[in-house]
């Protein structure tokens, strides 16, 4: 990896700020970090009809995707109630919407960051939080 885990966590902090959480209060943040060295933010954004919120990773995804952005080698995330601002009281892990979404563009390599704050922090590999999952090479 060619920045931190630190760095990324504290993006993913920044990130958080812009949550728009009005109903569950619960904010989540994430720096997703391309092959190159970038780095894309996203933060989760809900919805009255509660349906179409849309996480954190998956809103990091969506915009490197749209902007022909598509290797990626980690993603910091971090997540608590709106109270909690650098620290928080348990790790955010990816949702299993968002660990699949994870799979279509990443291989079983690819990082995962987890912080309860900049310093406090669990790495996991892809592999490790979607075991045997389904991805494009089954449809090949
Ligand atoms: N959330 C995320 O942003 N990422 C996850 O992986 C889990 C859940 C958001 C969605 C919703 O806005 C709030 O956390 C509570 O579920």
Redesign the pocket.
């Known amino acids: 990896m060619n920045v931190s885990y630190e760095a990324l966590l504290k993006e993913a902090i920044e990130a958080r700020k812009n949550a728009y959480?009005p109903y569950?209060k619960?904010k989540?943040g994430a720096a997703l970090l391309t092959v190159d060295g970038d780095i894309i933010r996203g933060c989760?954004i809900?919805n009255a009809a509660y349906g179409p919120?849309n996480?954190?990773?998956r809103t990091a995804f969506f915009k490197a995707i749209s902007e022909g952005i598509n290797e990626f080698s980690a993603i910091a995330i971090v997540?608590g109630k709106e109270t909690e601002v650098n620290e928080f009281s348990d790790y955010?892990y990816?949702?299993g919407v968002?660990r699949q979404v994870m799979r279509e563009f990443c291989n079983n390599d690819f990082e995962i960051i987890v912080g309860k704050s900049v310093s406090e922090y669990k790495v996991f590999k892809l592999s490790d939080l979607l075991p045997q999952g389904f991805g494009p090479e089954n449809l090949l």
């Open positions: 959480t569950s619960f989540v989760n809900e919120t996480c954190a990773e997540g955010a990816p949702c968002c």
